[in-house]
């Protein structure tokens, strides 16, 4: 007799699809295929999962409740846009378990049907080659074969078949991933999680992990903000360290106190606080991959304590996510009190920019996700605020300053948003980073450690000076539309290099303003924004 899911086995069965999926995040943060430091689609599939996961054995006398919960726990703890969608699939599949006890073949096959449904009416614009054609090419085999599929154990084979099949084809449909050789990263993190689900079914026996989990501490407060001489207690892990733990804690001399350095087989874990997190961070990138980053901002915890009298309540508020103290300072003068910190290689979750949403008392919040992988997650944050949340696509840090300049308080929301909308069209942005590995691009050779400088997904030139990569940026970008330049240097530009730029640039362009900011952020020499 075929044996049905309840809502026990289904728990396990997620828990046992975390535990795989998380095992494998670095070959899905390496599938990557664009040459910079921001592979982390394995980081946001596994720990939005691992969010989704944590929920499912609190509601396991169903295997209705456990879908339900699972949802509502993955829609909060969305990060990235495979994480978004990832979510979506999740909160499908719950329709179809809405109300059951057990699911038995027929349920399953609808619960992969209503996944990948939900999933495609999330998205504005689906892409084909990615965990979207993978989660509908299985359904539609799943329901092709249905009426020969006898049981749950050939259910789940002919899934994970199905699932690997489709993840074949990936290259063929999106041609960037043929020309770097790889299939799409997220698709992959589906085959895992399918393929998880299923080995806990045939076996009952859960995976190894093989990922150490780091037990997450809780929020640090102080009794006194005045006498905390470093602001942002930071936390990560180094996986696959080059080298070893005591050059980097040499580095960490000065940047700040309570640091803590312990090695562990292949990872390093690091705890310090400090003033400058985007510094720290940018000096552990250059020693290994990082994972598990959480960053708290020690002063504002506490000033929560101190101010536990809400404020009266605003007509509006703004949050943004940002990475690096001088994007936190600017936006501050900016009147952007509430930021998330975040960015590439450390997405939010849509929780997080929910819960700072929720501490504005505002009766319209403008969020500025600034990266196009969280646009997805502060829209999901949109759906579940109890108000009215307008979300600016800003895809770059360096887009919020002209953003805030066109803001008009007398505006309404829409009015707001579409100007804004207008803003980033007009915009001209660019950033200078470094290659991760050896990679072809758009018929360009890139080499390791190579410094490019990018707009948009293009590869404009490359180099090995950030400065000189910079001006040639500017000067492939500027023409007579271009009247300003800002341009906000990273945490791995001193202030020597900051000034040497400036006068290069502004001795080569009369014509032109330049306005050159201390941005901090980490994995970024400089930004530059265009109008």
């Known amino acids: 007799m075929d044996k049905k899911i309840g809502g026990e086995l289904l728990a396990n069965m997620l828990v046992a699809a975390k535990i795989h999926l998380c095992n494998n995040k670095e070959e899905l943060n390496a599938l990557n295929v664009f040459p910079v430091p921001d592979g982390d689609t ?204 005591n050059e980097l804690t040499k580095r960490y001399e000065g940047l700040g106190d309570s640091i803590v350095v312990v090695a562990m087989e292949d990872i390093i874990k690091v705890h310090i606080h400090t003033n400058d997190p985007g510094i720290v961070i940018s000096e552990a990138l250059k020693i290994g991959s990082l994972i598990d980053i959480k960053i708290d901002n020690m002063k504002y915890q506490n000033d929560n304590i101190q101010n536990a009298i809400p404020k009266e309540r605003q007509p509006f508020a703004f949050v943004a996510v940002a990475a690096g103290e001088g994007f936190h300072n600017i936006y501050n003068e900016l009147g952007i009190e509430h930021i998330v910190s975040g960015g590439q290689s450390m997405n939010p979750s849509s929780d997080d920019i929910l819960n700072a949403a929720n501490r504005t008392n505002a009766d319209v919040v403008y969020v500025f996700p600034n990266n196009k992988n969280i646009i997805l997650a502060a829209e999901q944050a949109a759906e579940l605020y109890d108000g009215k949340m307008v979300v600016i696509p800003t895809k770059n840090m360096s887009d919020v300053l002209p953003c805030m300049v066109g803001f008009d308080e007398s505006a309404s929301p829409e009015e707001n948003l579409s100007a804004m909308k207008s803003i980033i069209a007009s915009l001209k942005s660019a950033q200078i980073t470094y290659a991760v590995r050896d990679s072809v691009f758009d018929s360009i050779e890139i080499k390791e450690g190579e410094i490019m400088g990018l707009s948009g997904s293009a590869i404009l030139t490359k180099g090995k000076d950030a400065n000189k990569v910079c001006a040639s940026v500017v000067e492939k970008l500027c023409d007579d539309s271009v009247s300003m330049v800002t341009i906000y240097a990273g945490a791995d530009i001193n202030g020597d290099e900051m000034d040497e730029l400036e006068k290069l640039l502004t001795k080569k362009y009369k014509n032109i303003d330049f306005s050159f900011y201390r941005g901090d952020q980490p994995v970024y020499y400089y930004f530059v924004s265009l109008e």
């Open 42 to 245: 394995g980081t946001n599939m596994s720990m939005t999962f691992t969010s989704a996961a944590s929920a499912a054995h609190s509601r396991k006398e169903s295997a209705g409740n456990v879908l339900d919960g699972v949802s509502m726990a993955a829609l909060r703890g969305a990060r990235g846009n495979s994480g978004v969608i990832l979510s979506q699939i999740l909160r499908g599949m719950s329709k179809a378990a809405k109300g059951k006890d057990e699911l038995d073949v027929s349920d399953m096959v609808n619960a992969f049907r209503l996944g990948s449904k939900t999933a495609y009416e999330a998205i504005m614009k689906p892409t084909e080659g990615t965990i979207l054609t993978v989660i509908r090419m299985t359904a539609e085999h799943l329901e092709q074969k249905q009426d020969e599929i006898t049981d749950l154990d050939m259910l789940f084979t002919e899934a994970v078949a199905a699932a690997y099949d489709a993840l074949a084809q990936t290259p063929e449909m999106l041609p960037k991933l043929k020309q770097a050789g790889v299939v799409d990263s997220g698709g992959k993190g589906i085959c895992y999680i399918i393929e998880g689900m299923a080995n806990y079914y045939k076996t009952g026996v859960l995976p190894e992990e093989t990922v150490v989990e780091v037990e997450k501490k809780s929020e640090v407060f102080v009794d006194n903000h005045e006498n905390v001489n470093f602001q942002y207690c930071t936390e990560f892990i180094i996986q696959n360290p080059e080298r070893k733990k």
